[in-house]
């Protein structure tokens, strides 16, 4: 079993930056898969970002490419998500997520341990 703790939401004025931190205890990333993932009100979870254990190849969805950027301190069984340039459409509950998958997935099926979720709020 993994439990996974999202930390670092708050509200951010638009252009403004945040870092969200996923810190795991119960087992070793080391061999998972990183994502994170986002959820507005009324809407369906969407993927935001992805990395494997080597931290190869990360992954990005088309909204937040060039500016977000996903990364893994697995000494310290730790997924990080460094944003950037917000803005108000950024404005979600953001999850973090692992998974046994050797390639990053966009899905949320193929992610088998999630976290609470931390609010981010953008302002503009």
């Known amino acids: 079993q993994v439990q996974l703790l999202e930390s670092g939401g708050g509200l951010a004025q638009a252009g403004g930056s945040l870092r969200l931190s996923c810190a795991a205890s119960?087992?070793?990333?080391?061999?998972?898969?990183m994502g994170w993932f986002r959820q507005a009100p009324g809407q369906d979870r969407e993927f935001v970002a992805a990395i494997n254990w080597s931290g190869d190849n990360p992954q990005y969805a088309d909204s937040v490419k060039g500016r977000f950027t996903i990364s893994r301190e697995t000494g310290k069984n730790t997924a990080y998500l460094q944003m950037e340039s917000l803005k108000p459409d950024d404005t979600a509950v953001y999850y973090c997520a692992a998974s046994p998958a050797v390639v990053p997935s966009t899905r949320t099926d193929d992610y088998d341990y999630w976290g609470q979720g931390t609010q981010v709020t953008v302002s503009s």
């Open positions: 119960g087992r070793t990333l080391s061999r998972l898969t």
